[in-house]
């Protein structure tokens, strides 16, 4: 039975929609540290931090043993993240950052040989932006937002959590930036991961607005990247993760602050078929109404429903309540369904995942055809009974969610380096609204076709869905984690090989990297070229390979095969 539309709502929504987890990846099972809960058997030393009290940050340091060390632990998102380094350090400005990267590297007395994690600022994935026996670099002290009407840029620090960026952009300029839906996403880690949000059908991965980055590289030098200064850096940031250096500061086309309309509604199972051939329908006709988006979650949680059911969530970015492009999907029969009018900022204010559980995610991304779509949510279904038969139907709460991945999202990709026209102008769109079809780029007035990401979706032919898969365990068991990812495994191995069956079309290639599990290759999904350039550019601003070496949190570019 349902336990109260408003709890399905905050439950559902806020544990799935989209808990767009901060983009610093897996290291390889070699070299990735314990996800034990319990702290490090090691002792705490004087020296193990001294190299930062050396370089002048003794007052940023939060050192294990205190109280407000175990506060901060708590504030990591997953249970399972909240690793135990030897000392956390929270830099203020990226000369503090630089400071902390060339004591960090050093090899003089007091800098250890240790490894290195770097939190940006909200959600993350296990083992990704925390360390056991090293040091944590915790960017959430930076965490402002500004700006500039002048340039219609919105200066925007790794730290802080979209909630807060939205609520500054608008009451100081009536703005907003192209970010995560869940409140409580961190900045950094969303877009160097890419960024899929309510506007990714207008402007593509929130990545493509980032018109210019602020680095602190291995040497602890700090460089700016844009289209065109350090350009080949600027092209490996967006969509390369923590491979080049640590993003001080993002610089964001701006765009004018609409409301939007969403809603959902709950279908329920004897509907799932009709909801797959919307979902289908609409993903195929997304590129004719580039302000609609909508979202399939579906989800299994004994506390909300007994069984499965689906939650198509659907959000107009216009404000538009008479829009028509959600009819095949509101006409399905729902237990209930709403539809209100808010800001983006109130909008992300509402969906905030709930902290604590320990979480596994994987991801893939199919051909948006209707068998496979069915196939989705039957192996869903699958998951959810083989982990409730192993450790109980009341101590999990399992989602997948469904996107659409047109191919003319590629397009958007595409750099026609209008950067600075004002969000207040006479059209009300940003630079990067680029809103002609396929085959079209001509109207740009572009000479050539230059990928400004290296994301590599502009090799997938068809309609595509990005697929993520979330297991939360409520209670904390290790073991029971253990099961949900071993399921999650032979769930998406029978995903890939029913793509292939039968006659269908191929696999799609691309993996949205700040969904992937540390078993998967997002790096490596973004194509040969794009894997040699990232490499190259890694090279060229870290010689050393400190960012490989010492930083192992994250998909790194040098452990790509081939």
């Keep these: 039975m349902c336990k109260g539309w408003a709890l399905l709502l905050w439950s559902t929504l806020a544990s799935v929609l989209v ?83 060339k004591a960090l590297a050093s090899n003089g007395s007091g800098s250890g040989s240790w490894h290195i994690a770097v939190r940006s600022g909200g959600h993350h994935l296990p083992a990704t932006n925390n360390i056991e026996d090293g040091v944590t670099i915790d960017l959430s002290l930076m965490n402002g937002a500004k700006y500039n009407a002048t340039t219609n840029i919105a200066s925007v620090q790794p730290g802080g959590r979209w909630k807060d960026v939205y609520t500054t952009l608008l009451n100081t300029g009536n703005v907003t930036v192209v970010g995560g839906r869940d409140g409580n996403v961190g900045v950094g880690g969303f877009l160097l991961g890419g960024g899929m949000s309510y506007y990714t059908p207008r402007y593509g991965l929130a990545v493509n607005t980032v018109a210019g980055f602020q680095v602190v590289l291995a040497d602890g030098s700090i460089v700016e ?36 309309v969403s809603g959902t509604s709950m279908i329920t199972a004897d509907h799932f078929d009709e909801a797959a051939d919307a979902f289908v329908d609409f993903t195929d006709q997304m590129e004719h109404h580039r302000d609609d988006t909508m979202l399939i979650i579906h989800t299994h949680d004994s506390s909300i429903w007994d069984g499965p059911f689906i939650l198509p969530l659907r959000v107009n970015t216009k404000g538009d309540p008479s829009t028509t492009a959600f009819d095949k999907v509101t006409q399905i029969p729902s237990v209930a369904q709403t539809w209100e009018q808010k800001s983006l900022a109130a909008a992300a204010n509402g969906v905030q995942a709930a902290y604590g559980t320990k979480n596994a995610y994987m991801t893939l991304t199919f051909v948006n055809e209707p068998s496979i779509v069915r196939k989705a949510f039957s192996l869903h279904d699958q998951l959810a009974s083989n982990i409730a038969k ?65 994301l590599g979706i502009e090799r997938n032919g068809v309609n595509a869905v990005v697929w993520t898969v979330f297991v939360a365990i409520k209670n904390g068991q290790d073991a029971a984690l253990s099961v949900a990812r071993s399921e999650l495994m032979l769930m998406t191995r029978e995903m890939k090989r029913f793509q292939t069956s039968d006659g269908k079309a191929a696999t799609v290639d691309y993996l949205y990297a700040n969904y992937a599990d540390m078993t998967q290759d997002p790096l490596g999904s973004y194509g040969p070229e794009n894997v040699a350039f990232m490499n190259q550019v890694a090279r060229k601003y870290d010689p050393e390979g400190f960012w490989q070496k010492r930083v192992p949190g994250g998909f790194k570019i040098s452990r790509v095969a081939g």
Excluded at 398 to 407: D, E, I, K
Excluded at 424 to 434: I, V
């Design 19 to 101: 808990a767009d987890p901060t983009f610093t990846g897996f290291p390889p099972v070699s070299l990735r540290f314990a996800f034990s809960s319990e702290r490090s058997a090691k002792a705490f030393r004087p020296w193990q931090c001294d190299a930062l009290i050396a370089a002048g940050l003794g007052d940023r340091l939060i050192r294990v043993g205190t109280e407000a060390y175990e506060q901060h632990l708590e504030s990591y998102f997953c249970a399972n993240g909240r690793l135990h380094p030897y000392c956390f350090v929270l830099p203020h400005t990226a000369e503090e950052v630089a400071t902390t990267v």
């Design 225 to 260: 990247a844009t289209a065109t200064e350090n350009a080949d850096l600027w092209k490996a940031l967006r969509g390369g993760g923590l491979n080049f250096g640590i993003v001080t500061r993002f610089d964001m086309e701006a765009m004018p602050a609409v409301d939007l």
């Design 390 to 454: 192993k450790v109980g139907s009341e101590n999990f709460m399992a989602s997948s969610v469904l996107q659409p991945f047109p191919t003319y999202l590629s397009d958007l990709g595409l750099r026609n380096g209008s950067v600075g026209q004002k969000a207040g102008s006479a059209n009300g769109t940003m630079p990067l609204d680029l809103t002609f079809s396929s085959g079209h780029q001509a109207h740009l007035g572009l000479h050539h076709e230059i990928m400004s990401n290296v």
